[in-house]
């Protein structure tokens, strides 16, 4: 079992940054690929961005390519999300994800998830 336990979330005014991260704790972490999903109110959850064990790729959602960048380091089990000059439809809650393989992220999905952040946009 991987326990994920988001932080960083907040109130941000458009155009501004936010740093959300992502600690994995339980069994071990070595060899996940992790991600971050969201998910706006009456919508479903989306795709933002992923990263391999290795840090290959990332891979980024195409409303997110430029702005955010998602890095991780593993000798602290965490992985962050860097979100820079956010939109008011940016505002979501925000849940970070882990997968072995990381194939299921391509179907909006995962082994592990954690209790989500709420980020918050304001124009």
């Known amino acids: 079992q991987v326990h994920l336990v988001e932080a960083g979330g907040g109130l941000v005014q458009a155009g501004g940054s936010l740093r959300l991260s992502c600690t994995a704790s339980?069994?071990?972490?070595?060899?996940?690929?992790m991600a971050w999903f969201r998910q706006a109110p009456g919508k479903g959850r989306e795709f933002v961005a992923a990263?391999?064990?290795?840090?290959?790729?990332?891979y980024y959602a195409d409303y997110v390519k430029g702005r955010f960048t998602i890095s991780r380091d593993n000798a602290k089990n965490t992985v962050y999300l860097q979100m820079n000059s956010m939109k008011p439809e940016d505002t979501a809650a925000y849940y970070c994800a882990a997968d072995l393989s990381g194939l299921a992220f391509k179907a909006n999905k995962a082994q592990y998830w954690g209790q989500g952040t709420q980020v918050t946009v304001s124009s």
């Open positions: 990263i391999r064990w290795s840090a290959e790729g990332p």
């Open positions: 339980g069994r071990a972490f070595n060899g996940y690929s």
